[in-house]
């Protein structure tokens, strides 16, 4: 079993950052991909960034891309979101998730583990 537990949302004005992180403890090493998604009210959830243990060759969702980065600290068990250049339209709840394997996954249902979410709203 893995735990996931994310932590770091709130309230922004658009423009701002924020940085969420992802604690991650049990077993571990099973969870060769972590990943953020998130969710907004009334929609779909959406993949947001993906990491692999070796930090190498992270991807992002088209709506990201160039504003938010993932890193991660394996010392920790620790995954980061830093997003830069808010906009309203990233209001949602995120989600850290784990995949066992080391396989590149977009789609939600591919991930085993979830986290509870955390709630990042951005005002105009």
């Known amino acids: 079993q893995v735990q996931v537990v994310e932590s770091g949302g709130g309230s922004v004005q658009a423009g701002g950052s924020l940085r969420l992180s992802c604690a991650a403890s049990?077993?571990?090493?099973?969870?060769?991909?972590m990943g953020w998604f998130r969710q907004a009210p009334g929609k779909e959830r959406e993949f947001v960034a993906l990491?692999?243990?070796?930090?190498?060759?992270?991807r992002y969702g088209d709506s990201v891309k160039g504003r938010f980065t993932i890193s991660r600290d394996n010392a920790k068990d620790t995954v980061y979101l830093q997003m830069n250049s808010l906009n309203p339209e990233d209001t949602a709840v995120y989600y850290c998730?784990?995949?066992?394997?080391?396989?590149?996954?977009?789609?939600?249902?591919?991930?085993?583990?979830w986290g509870q979410g955390t709630q990042v709203t951005v005002s105009s």
């Open positions: 998730a784990a995949k066992v394997g080391g396989t590149y996954s977009v789609f939600a249902p591919d991930y085993r583990y």
């Open positions: 049990g077993r571990t090493l099973s969870t060769n991909v």
């Open positions: 990491i692999s243990r070796s930090g190498g060759m992270p």
